[in-house]
């Protein structure tokens, strides 16, 4: 069984800083891509970002490119999400997921991509 643990979130003023992190059980990390999503009040849940395997591909969604970056460390099986210029938009809870494979490609960047899911962590941004 995999478990997905998020930390890092918190209340930040617009045009501030946060640093997301996910931590994974299991062994098998390394072999699979990783992602994270975001759902604010009353809103579906929407993809964010998300990394191959081997941190060589990177996706993100048209409204944190630019701003935001994911990355990881295979060794410490653990994905990050840096935010930077945050918006009051971007006020949801995280979540990171493991994708179904290595690979992840921006037409398979949806939720059913994605097999494990963290409990969440909330982000908020006040103007």
């Known amino acids: 069984q995999v478990q997905l643990v998020e930390s890092g979130g918190g209340l930040v003023q617009a045009g501030g800083s946060l640093r997301l992190s996910c931590a994974a059980s299991?062994?098998?990390?390394?072999?699979?891509?990783m992602g994270w999503f975001r759902q604010a009040p009353g809103k579906e849940r929407e993809f964010a970002a998300a990394?191959?395997?081997?941190?060589?591909?990177?996706y993100y969604s048209d409204s944190v490119k630019g701003r935001f970056t994911i990355s990881r460390e295979n060794a410490k099986n653990t994905v990050f999400l840096q935010m930077n210029s945050l918006k009051r938009e971007d006020t949801a809870v995280y979540y990171c997921?493991?994708?179904?494979?290595?690979?992840?490609?921006?037409?398979?960047?949806?939720?059913?991509?994605?097999?494990?899911w963290g409990q969440g962590t909330q982000v908020t941004v006040s103007s």
């Open positions: 299991g062994r098998t990390f390394s072999n699979y891509a």
């Open positions: 990394i191959t395997w081997n941190g060589g591909t990177t």
């Open positions: 997921a493991r994708a179904r494979g290595p690979f992840i490609v921006p037409a398979t960047t949806t939720p059913e991509a994605f097999d494990y």
